[in-house]
Nanobody, 124 residues
């Protein structure tokens, strides 16, 4: 099992940047694919970005491509989400999630372990 804790959320103006961190304890993070998922009030979960276990392939949702970057440091058991050029529509609770399945996983249901989430608010 693995336990996940997110940090780095906050309030930022449109056009600004934030870096979210997802720290894992328990089993080595290198054994997991890790994704960032967001949920805005009244909306479903949206997969934002993910990196697979093994070859660490990445996937980005179209609405963040070119603005967000997912990276991982397995020596620190941490995955990051660098968010640039933030927009008010990026406002949501951002959670990291881990899966032991191979390859990039695009559905929230394919992730087995979840953090508690961190709030990101982008003001206009």
């Amino acid at each position: 099992q693995v336990q996940l804790v997110e940090s780095g959320g906050g309030l930022v103006q449109a056009g600004g940047s934030l870096r979210l961190s997802c720290a894992a304890s328990g089993r080595s993070f290198s054994s997991y694919g890790v994704g960032w998922v967001r949920q805005a009030p009244g909306k479903d979960h949206e997969l934002v970005a993910t990196t697979s276990r093994g070859d660490e392939s990445t996937y980005y949702a179209a609405f963040v491509k070119g603005r967000f970057t997912i990276s991982r440091d397995n020596t620190k058991n941490t995955v990051y989400l660098q968010m640039n050029s933030l927009k008010p529509e990026d406002t949501a609770v951002y959670s990291c999630a881990a899966t032991s399945r191979l390859f990039v996983r695009l559905r929230a249901a394919e992730y087995d372990y979840w953090g508690q989430g961190t709030q990101v608010t982008v003001s206009s």
